[in-house]
């Protein structure tokens, strides 16, 4: 197995989401999370996996089903919000490994979550501890002026988009083929955790 030090999860999260402002009365929420392990020391990336979330202050929209592919039905099968937490830190060593997302928003809404529904935020404390904006590293080691897109970064990289965009678990494990990319420029941050380009002013993915 590889040492728990090399390993670092790369998360996306799909949230539900409408075709302008939220209904009275609901919230955007969690619905899927998407989570490649990246061992960085071998440079590839080791598992991939998926965790349903089911809302409750608001549904999925047929906007959301258009953009993510995920259904109201789908989403009821899954796992409360404070059991997808315990999982990822049971399961995955989230209060102890490094993460990256592309982007701020992830990392945000975990908190706006974690605080609203009076879960322990998985990642320990403070948020930023162990995050990295991989898309303001990537936009910092290709000396881009505006932070791109996944699927631009990806074009940019000369990578695939494997699996649909949108869908948490195919970003997430295109996510980590960018970070994978920045590693072998030797631009990724050497600790997996936090680098300068974090502290840039976030943009949603």
């Known amino acids: ?31 899927e999370i998407g989570l490649t ?17 089911r809302p409750v202050r608001s549904t999925v929209s047929a906007f959301c089903t258009e953009l993510t592919g995920l259904t109201q039905a789908e989403v009821d099968l899954g796992v409360s919000f404070a059991e997808a937490c315990r999982i990822l830190v049971d399961e995955h060593g989230a209060g102890e490994r490094p993460w990256a997302s592309w982007g701020e928003y992830d990392r945000r809404q975990f908190a706006r979550q974690s605080q609203a529904d009076g879960v322990g935020y998985p990642f320990g404390y403070p948020a930023e501890r162990s995050h990295t904006n991989a898309k303001a590293v990537f936009a910092e080691a290709y000396g881009l002026r505006r932070k791109p897109g996944m699927a631009q970064a990806l074009q ?20 980590a083929a960018l970070v994978l990319d920045l590693r072998s420029r030797g631009d990724w941050p050497p600790s997996g955790g936090p680098s300068a380009a974090n502290q840039q002013t976030p943009q949603q993915n």
Not at 6 to 29: F, S
């Open 1 to 31: 197995m590889p040492h728990h030090y090399a390993l670092l999860n790369v998360i996306d999260v799909e949230a539900t989401c409408w075709d302008g402002l939220p209904p009275p009365g609901t919230v955007h929420e969690i619905i």
């Open 37 to 53: 392990v990246v061992d960085l020391s071998a440079a590839r990336r080791v598992s991939r996996h998926r965790l349903l979330v």
């Open 156 to 175: 940019l990289a000369g990578l695939p988009l494997e699996g649909r965009h949108h869908r948490g678990e195919d970003d997430a494990w295109n996510i």
